[in-house]
């Protein structure tokens, strides 16, 4: 439609609909020009409701991707009830992206015995687990030190650890968890759990 298209001011303007209507017809560049319209304010707000003591585990970007990751999957559920409705709609989903990371974080918080807990969930299910080499792991002396070695992982990948031995999900579910890609978070999982059994004293 000419050179508003690709102009951000007619989405700050109010032209949404304009836009959701090309996303829907699965242009990405819609997606572009939503963000762009939507993301101070989406950014304000949730930045105001994330937690002092939970600031250092993640940031509002986290959520902001994966929120609109879930509102491009989600889009075919709007329903066009006027100007304001979507962003209403994706507020919520973004609000919903926070509480599950408010709440996950909260729980997942590092302690001694979070720690402690975690290594055993991760040494009892990765022998039932044909994805990954772990085997070693479940033997008494493989999961002394266990605890130290897991505290030397990268957070995210403690935290696909956690999700997959722990929680028991899949990778997909993972993945939609943490906004990354079902094949990275499966590589990654599977690489830590090798770098365990290295540090236990595995095969290599």
């Known amino acids: 439609m000419g050179s508003s298209d690709s102009n951000p001011e007619s989405v700050a303007n109010g032209e949404l609909a304009h836009w959701v209507s090309k996303a829907k017809a699965g242009e990405q560049c819609a997606w572009i020009e939503?963000?762009?319209?939507?993301?101070?304010?989406?950014?304000?707000?949730?930045?105001?409701?994330?937690p002092d003591a939970l600031r250092s585990r993640f940031d509002v970007e986290d959520v902001l991707q994966s929120g609109f990751l879930e509102a491009s999957r989600r889009l075919g559920d709007f329903e066009d009830r006027g100007?304001?409705?979507?962003?209403?709609?994706?507020?919520?989903?973004?609000?919903n992206e926070l509480r599950d990371k408010i709440r996950f974080h909260a729980r997942d918080k590092r302690s001694v015995d979070r720690e402690v807990e975690v290594a055993s969930s991760v040494a009892a299910r990765a022998a039932?687990?044909?994805?990954?080499?772990?085997?070693?792991?479940?033997?008494?002396?493989?999961?002394?030190?266990l605890v130290q070695s897991m505290s030397e992982l990268e957070d995210s990948d403690r935290t696909i650890l956690r999700l997959r031995f722990q929680d028991g999900l899949?990778?997909?579910?993972?993945?939609?968890?943490?906004?990354?890609a079902?094949?990275?978070?499966?590589?990654?999982?599977?690489e830590a759990v090798e770098a365990l059994i290295r540090n236990q004293g595995g095969p290599r």
């Open 128 to 145: 039932l687990d044909s994805q990954t080499p772990s085997r070693t792991l479940v033997n008494a002396e493989a999961e002394q030190g």
């Open 182 to 190: 079902e094949t990275t978070v499966r590589r990654r999982g599977t």
């Open 170 to 180: 899949s990778w997909a579910e993972i993945a939609r968890r943490t906004g990354i």
């Open 34 to 50: 939503l963000d762009r319209a939507l993301r101070p304010r989406l950014e304000a707000q949730l930045r105001a409701r994330i």
């Open 83 to 95: 100007e304001a409705s979507f962003e209403a709609w994706i507020a919520e989903i973004m609000f």
